[in-house]
């Protein structure tokens, strides 16, 4: 009995529609220990959490605390009971001031009415109990910066002491000061008997503050210990596992010319500066963690998004795109990440979809011409491998692998010279993958350059000639392709050093087309 | 815990400068200024006007679009829209003028019947949107015409008789002051209460992000529940008021409301989109488009002429206040270039960040 630990998840199961998120995960946490939770992007991390606090429902499974079971049917069910998470995505709403988030649902009432007063002193009580006298109450949170926006997060959720406390990425936007800081009142929270579940990137943060690990992967649980019995190695050997896949098409070897050469590009939610080149033919993956600009990036290069700062050449000409209608017209696709809402007209045919972006080429005098669209949208859904009888359907009938394969027909039937590839795997069956990687080598082998992320990593260490992992809106380095794995990706997006060091990148050359070896942004070497 | 005995924490003194700084914004200056404006225009046409009798007659006026509009703020308040606040306005005010007028002063309480068929009405709008997932347009717009029927079937033309005793409490003074002036100032008190209950911060939570106020423990469905039951609530009281002042029922007069309410709340400064806006400055607005009435009517202009300056008031509204937000946003930008993931805030020891300067 005594030997149940105190917060026990037990065989959770969680699926988002086709996709198994969570398979079988079992874990148990002690009260006054700070566990850390670690896995790639996608491992299930951050669903397992939000079902401990009630956020989502699990499909099978269930928690208890202190032994007895747990009732998650919602946030407030799980606040009830203790749990609290501080959240990635914030959850202070930012046009209601500091006083009323820190306090909602709390406010002391004399005949249901607050007094605007004593609210705003209690939030000013609450911060000064955390240092945080500088954050003013009566401010509205969307005049805070990110990073204080967090920090009140996590005074939010320590409002109470809790018996069990979440921190869900809470130090991935923060600098390292501010990190520490987080770190060390979830450690406190431990000390003074709550159960801390910290899920993180950075495994420099796991051997300071976690007492033990769990890794997850692909929505299994498959190690457990103490951070001081499993090194680096091993912990990213078990986030990775082992895998065997032949959906790769070969490659060949990108042309000499360069194509495609950014200096200082700064965008918002980008804060550069960005250096990259990259030559005809190449294929230049873009890597790192989630949520490190590399949305930003590609949308950028696309046209969606304003440049701040920074000029790049295209084919040796300058190329600034200030909307997604010039960069077509230089002759630039972009896949956004999400297909049905950015890639699609979901409620029209598979044909008009096709010829959506390049209606130029099929009217004349302003008036479509039909037999030519007819005659286009069928080379394009030849060339990606979509059934041309079903050119007519509507394309919300179709399923995810070939929703995708339209986009990219959509996206390469102008022959572009520099295509940009967010995400464009993800979600899709094997089959399609495949098919994707195989119109990927074609469109290289005949000179598009190609800019791919992808969150999964093992698809950036098979496809790419290179990649440039972008830490906190940079680039950390570029890895190149002998040097290339899925270690090499992973440290370097983990950093060891890179956001340590977060200065180092500004003054970087342009990444190194040769030289080999993978440099960091302060220039050592990471050895395989 | 220990936080509680400390010292007190120093803040400034609630002083009515420092609330007036705090409701100010530059859309709320305006709709002010809009308001200045028109009753100056109004003053200067029929000096006559200024007295409080007349005052009073003339919110008389104002008071069923201003409580219509109270009722329109709640909902857009959370995101949606009500289209069906005409319809629940002819309902009570159809129960009002037929139901309890037949019974003359002898029942004085039946008028609580049409107080809970508008929260019924409400609650039926709440549950179609929150129960059945509805879109609030599409659902208010079918019981909008349901709503009319019921009031047809109930007062099949205009006329009935209201009970005289709510015409006489509706027509007449309270210490001096006409009463539809005292009714405003409740209206408005009502409103400062509930936007300082929790209720009232929830509202606000539920319209500004419905994931994040889930987030934060708040039972969503039930406040949309509720601020639905509520906006059928003040559009019952508008229908009743209406009755009682005219002394007559009308069971189709609800519909040139429903509009005029939307463009209340949005002159008032209110976003559609929810979470932004309040009930004090919708009755500004709504005050400012009567005075447009009056005016146009003092200078037996055509009603054209009303309505084409409402709406260009409506569009001048909009369009003002989307350069405004513009504005701020470019100040915004150029102000912290670096925003978002790499924002690294400044470190703690540093003191002091407050070089930004929005209001």
Redesign the interface.
Known sequence: MSDVPALLIDGMYKRFGAVRVLEGVDLGANRGEVHAVVGENGAGKSTLMRIVAG?IGADAGHVSLDDAPVNLH???RA?AAGIRMV?QE???????TVA??LL??R?R?LL??????DR??AA???L??F??E?IDP?ARVA?L????RQLLEVVKALREPPTVLILDEATS???R??SA?VLEQGRRAARDGAVVLLITHRLREVREYADRVTVLRAGRDVLTGTPTELDDDALIAAMLGRRVERLYAARTDPRSDEALRVSEL?S????GPVELSAREGEILGIGGLQ???QR?LLMALAGAMPW?AGRATLRGRPYRPSSPVQALAEQVAYVPEDRQREGLFLGQSVRHNITAAALRRFTRWGVLDRRAENRGSREGAETVGVDTARLAARVSTMSGGNQQKVVLAKAILDRPLLLLLHDCTRGVDVGTKADIFRLMAELAASGTTILFYSSDLSELVHMCHRVAVLV???VAGVIDGRELSEDAILRLAVGHQAHDT?AAAAGRPAAGVGGGGVSSSDGERVKR | M???T?A??R?RR?TLAAALR?GWSPTNAITALILIALIIADLSIQPALANLFQIGLLIETALPLILLSVAQTFVVLVGGIDLSVGGMFVVANAITAQWVGLHGGAHQWLVLVAVGFGLAMGALNGLLVVGLRFQPFIATLGTWTIFNGIALTILPTDGGSPPPFLSNLLINEVAGIPTSIVILVAIFVAWR?LR???FG?RI??VG??EE????????VRRVKLAVYMLAGLCAALAGIYAAGANASGTPTGGDPYILTSVAAVVIGGASLRG??GGVGMTMMAAMALTLINDIVGAENLNTWVSVAAASALLLAMVIVRTGINAAIARRR?SG??????????????G????E?G?S
Request: aromatic share 4%; glycine share 16%.
């Open positions: 956020v919602g946030p407030r606040a959240f914030l959850s202070t709403i930012p046009q209601m009323e988030n909602y649902g406010e009432t249901g009415v607050v007094r605007g007063r705003r002193r000013a009580e609450l000064a109990r240092d945080l500088r009566a005049e910066g990110l990073g204080d936007a923060l600098s000061t501010d800081w700064a918002v939610g980008l804060p949520g490190q600009g930003e701040t906190e809106g940079r977060g | 220990s936080a509680s400390a007190p924490t803040l609630p705090r209460a300082a209950t929790r911060v606000y939570a500004a992000d994040r106020a889930r987030l934060n423990g708040t039972p979470g932004e930008a912290r270039p670096t925003t978002g993931v790499g924002g690294a805030i400044p470190a703690r020891a003191g002091s960040v407050s930004r929005e």
